[in-house]
């Protein structure tokens, strides 16, 4: 039996799971047959720890996570069951290591994202929208504001919590364009965030795919979907007696970079040329 926290309700993480899904039933041996239980608690330290504890009390036989959140809050509970995660943002930062730990995460270089944006249009003041919930969007921030100050851009963050940080937002900080972090929280809620732009919009950056069709005019990204396939390969490899140490982790490097024309032209951005040319696939 299988326990399965996921980092909120988020498309990305949704994808990511059903890839696994698929791999993991096509790659059991014959007669082998595994049952999961799912968790999808909001994502603040509370909500996850009680997930864990719930799989834990379960009596599972390996915990699968997806997402920085979740992946720290199954890890702190020191349980000593098997844990694989998957989507967590440069794991080596949160420390994702034991005996009874290993995954495949990812990092997107923000400063190749910084970059692309500014070929399709000048930036003078950036806004990024994360969460202080969870560390690895800090650490997207962070990582920003050292972009942003060498490069003489102005930065404005905006933190959310709950949807009520939403709501407060002022429609007139969006500045020239909008980073959306990899926050599950943000990404949980990326319907009612873009709403609040919608008569003011900037152009929209993000390291997660448009998954929801929002409007995203860059995204530059890690493939849900091999990440969740990566992750079931390693849990067949534990229901089959290897040890979680002796299976080497990943870090996903590859990332895909779309360029959303039609939704650039609309907004009259200027410049796609370059991004046209560089991008892995432009949406027209």
């Known amino acids: 039996m299988i326990g399965v926290v996921m980092t909120g309700n988020t498309p990305y993480y949704t994808v990511m799971h059903d890839a696994f899904s698929k791999t993991l039933n096509s790659m059991l041996p014959a007669g082998k047959k595994v049952r999961s239980i799912i968790q ?6 509370i909500a996850l720890s009680n997930a864990a504890r719930k799989l834990i009390a379960a009596d599972v036989d390996l ?5 920085s959140p979740a992946t720290l809050a199954v890890i702190n509970e020191d349980s000593g069951i098997p844990i694989i995660y998957a989507g967590v943002y440069d794991p080596e930062a949160i420390h994702a290591k034991g005996p009874e730990i290993t995954g495949c995460g990812y990092k997107v270089h923000l400063s190749s994202l910084f970059r692309h944006l500014r070929t399709l249009k000048p930036i003078a003041t950036l806004s990024v929208v994360y969460s202080t919930l969870e560390e690895d969007s800090v650490r997207q921030v962070n990582e920003l504001r050292a972009l942003t100050k060498e490069q003489g851009v102005g930065l404005t963050q905006i ?9 407060n937002i002022d429609p007139k900080v969006g500045g020239d364009a909008l980073f959306v972090t990899g926050s599950a929280i943000v990404n949980s809620w990326i ?9 003011n919009r900037p152009t929209v950056v993000s390291i997660f795919p448009d998954l929801a069709e929002v409007g995203f005019i860059i995204t530059l990204f890690q493939s849900p979907e091999e990440q969740g ?12 007696g290897e040890q979680p140490k002796n299976i080497k ?3 996903l490097k590859n990332t895909e970079l779309v360029f959303n024309l039609k939704e650039a032209r609309s907004m009259g951005d200027i410049n796609p040329i370059n991004l046209i040319a560089e991008a892995t696939r432009v949406i027209k």
């Open 249 to 251: 982790p990943e870090l």
């Open 191 to 199: 319907d009612e965030v873009m709403a609040v732009f919608k008569g």
């Open 159 to 167: 933190n959310v919590k709950s949807i009520r940080d939403i709501k």
């Open 63 to 67: 915990i699968v996570t997806y997402g």
């Open 40 to 45: 999808k608690p909001f994502p603040d330290p």
């Open 229 to 240: 396939e990566k992750a079931a390969a390693m849990v067949v490899r534990v229901l089959q």
